[in-house]
């Protein structure tokens, strides 16, 4: 995915694209009797040659919802992230039906890679960078019940990620100001640049509250609209972490890697609308941290929670 540096509208319809994988051949070496289609698709360049992994379970939403019977969306998923995804080598995503039942229907997926190259010049086996697996249902009646948004103040009045960085002049910032398909506007103070100021104060908060949706409105089907909201619930679960310990994104020796991440759909959504994205950290520990979303729509109702573990370190440079 690439588009004109300040062109929300061409950003927006890359994130489309991206999320969108192509059919393929099954390949035998990966095939098991329960594999039912398999798929690829390229990545968007990031800073520092990784791939977000918020982009391969996007892609991974995306593979599934096209194999389950119609009617039936996602409404729960949990990934392992196995492995550094390489920027210059497409996914592939082969895709097992685990059950059909008469209004469940359960999937597996796993996202390969080619392996890494040898000193040799020759290259590795395939690796598995990520695995998932997904439930759907169709849309049922049942019990009702729900938390609601807590009060916050309104997207319009706070500022863009690229007011918030503007006049910074690193790779990194231009990036999230500028090539983000996702607008993200902090209700607690964001940390791009510098701690929480009051991580340290009696008065902190240990809720970190942001609001997100499209950079730009696009036209897409329901099934893209849930991977799109997968997509969005990997930019900030790390920030609760950081901002309880009185870091930030540039605290020097920071070191992070996503371990797994779950979702939950309670209600599906149309991501050109604002939610509000609800996050803590109820745990670090290890080398490890936990933090826990919710997500609201712009009427204050729970539409997802989100969970994920990290790997987060700070290298002691001295």
Request: net charge negative; proline share 9%; charged share 20%.
């Amino acid at each position: 995915m690439s588009a004109p540096l300040h062109d929300p509208a061409a950003v927006a319809a890359g994130l489309i694209e991206l999320l969108d994988p192509r059919a393929i051949e099954i390949a035998p070496d990966f095939a098991t009797p329960a594999t039912v289609a398999a798929f690829q698709a390229d990545s968007s360049p990031q800073p520092g040659g990784h791939v977000f992994g918020g982009q391969v379970m996007g892609q991974a939403v995306t593979a599934v919802g096209r194999t389950v019977p119609e009617g039936r969306r996602i409404h729960s998923m949990y990934s392992y992230f196995l492995a550094p995804g390489d920027p210059a080598h497409p996914i592939r995503f082969q895709v097992d039906a685990l059950r059909d039942g008469n209004s469940f229907s359960v999937r597996r997926v796993l996202a390969t890679q080619p392996g890494r190259t040898r000193a040799d010049g020759t290259t590795e086996g395939e690796r598995t960078i990520l695995a998932m697996t997904a439930s759907f249902q169709e849309q049922q009646e049942g019990l009702e019940h729900q938390e609601r948004a807590p009060e916050a103040p309104d997207p319009e009045g706070l500022p863009t990620t690229a007011q918030v960085l503007e006049g910074i002049d690193h790779p990194v910032a231009r990036y999230w100001a500028t090539q983000r398909p996702i607008d993200i506007r902090h209700v607690t103070d964001p940390i791009y640049l510098r701690p929480d100021p009051t991580s340290e104060s009696p008065d902190a908060t240990e809720t970190q509250m942001v609001w997100m949706r499209m950079i730009a409105p696009v036209q897409a089907e329901p099934l893209l609209h849930d991977a799109i909201l997968a997509f969005a619930s990997d930019y900030t679960p790390f920030e609760p972490i950081l901002r309880r310990q009185g870091l930030s994104w540039m605290t020097p020796g920071l070191r992070m890697a996503t371990i797994d991440h779950a979702i939950w759909w309670h209600r599906h959504v149309d991501t050109n609308e604002w939610l509000l994205y609800v996050q803590r950290s109820p745990s670090a520990s290890g080398g490890r941290g936990l933090t826990h979303g919710q997500l609201f729509d712009r009427a204050g109702d729970l539409v997802a929670t989100v969970t994920q573990e990290g790997m987060i370190r700070v290298k002691d440079g001295s």
